[in-house]
């Protein structure tokens, strides 16, 4: 098989591949060359591949999708890591950390935005 794994700027993986593992939204599963075609949206994780040598390569995946059709799979995700599993850790810990400053950053900003529509939507009754 030939797997791809495309990011927004990069093709992050070009390879050929035996094996290809990842979690999507049903469960953990494997393809392998004769496997049937699927496409799934992939939950954030870790997706492995052996090459045809034996060599198992980890990537750390922020979700995507993936698509095996004929000999080719190819998966687009927004981020992903590739390196050693307990590299992989601490790099996949410091983006959620990271992430999850700007998430808390942007819920409040819209909890503001929130608080002043209905603060302008009240002031607009009482004029009524």
């Given at each position: 098989m030939r797997l791809q794994v495309l990011l927004p700027t990069r093709v992050e993986v070009d390879e050929e591949a035996v094996q290809v593992s990842a979690e999507g939204a049903e469960g953990a599963f494997?393809?392998?060359?004769?496997?049937?075609?699927?496409?799934?949206?992939?939950?954030p994780g870790?997706?492995?591949f052996t090459a045809?040598?034996?060599?198992?390569?980890?990537?750390?995946?922020?979700g995507g999708v993936l698509v095996?059709?004929?000999?080719?799979?190819?998966?687009s995700t927004p981020r992903a890591a590739r390196g050693?599993?307990?590299?992989?850790?601490?790099?996949?810990?410091?983006?959620f950390r990271h992430l999850s400053d700007r998430q808390q950053?942007?819920?409040?900003?819209?909890?503001?935005?929130?608080?002043?529509?209905?603060?302008?939507?009240?002031?607009?009754?009482h004029r009524e």
């Open positions: 494997a393809l392998l060359p004769r496997h049937i075609d699927i496409a799934c949206a992939l939950r870790l997706l492995s045809p040598g034996g060599r198992e390569t980890f990537l750390a995946i922020d095996k059709c004929g000999e080719r799979v190819r998966v050693e599993l307990g590299d992989l850790r601490r790099a996949v810990e410091e983006q950053q942007a819920r409040s900003a819209a909890e503001k935005m929130q608080a002043d529509f209905i603060r302008r939507f009240i002031e607009l009754e």
